[in-house]
């Protein structure tokens, strides 16, 4: 669908994260005029051709027409069943971590590990509990895993999950060995489009 420029000109207060987006566009005092706003939404892994070009990721695309630019917002939506999510890691210490998933109700809440990825010699058993959004139920798994070692590589798979994964335990307190900490943030982009919430 298309509307007029006025519309959509609150927008234009966004054109810092615009050019973020699209870097070959930088708007002007003299030509800051949208004409036409479309819409289009796709599924994950899908890709929409937007002014000639393919795209996959959710955001706002411009075209630029001289004087005027064309605007085309795309939403990814998320798919329709949750499937199964890669665990995650918690609250790590020298000799314990959390391990959390998410995956279709019904599975047991363990866990395999070892120091050795062909050997997974060790179980542990934690908790699920039946969760719901808007478009699926799954269970939310977590389980502790203790009396591990300090400074020590594990490997582990997660019930209904033949994938090895792996860890690392915390060093004990006092140790002066270098450390290095990755810090990330849940951007949302997978579930929406940021854009359309400004």
């Not at 966004?14 to 030509?31: D, R, V």
């Not at 590589?153 to 002066?176: C, H, L």
Request: charged fraction near 20%; aromatic fraction near 12%; proline fraction near 4%.
């Amino acid at each position: 669908m298309k509307h007029s420029y006025l519309t959509f000109l609150g927008i234009l207060s966004c054109s810092s994260l615009w050019a973020q987006q699209e870097p070959s566009f930088n708007f002007t005092e003299n030509k800051q005029i949208i004409t036409t706003f479309s819409d289009a939404k796709i599924s994950l892994g899908e890709k929409k051709v937007i002014f000639g070009q393919e795209q996959s990721m959710p955001g706002i695309y411009l075209k630029d027409n001289g004087q005027t630019y064309e605007a085309f917002r795309l939403t990814v939506e998320p798919p329709q069943t949750l499937g199964r999510w890669k665990p995650y890691l918690q609250i790590p210490t020298a000799s314990s971590i959390l391990i959390n998933w998410k995956a279709s109700a019904g599975e047991d809440a363990k866990v395999r590990y070892g120091t050795v990825a062909t050997q997974l010699n060790l179980e542990s058993t934690g908790q699920s509990e039946e969760l719901a959004d808007d478009s699926d139920v799954f269970s939310y798994y977590s389980v502790k895993l203790k009396d591990l070692k300090a400074d020590t590589k594990y490997y582990y798979t997660i019930a209904g999950d033949q994938t090895v994964y792996s860890f690392r335990t915390q060093p004990t307190i006092g140790n002066k060995r270098h450390y290095r900490v990755l810090m990330l943030g849940d951007h949302q982009l997978i579930n929406r489009s940021g854009y359309e919430w400004l």
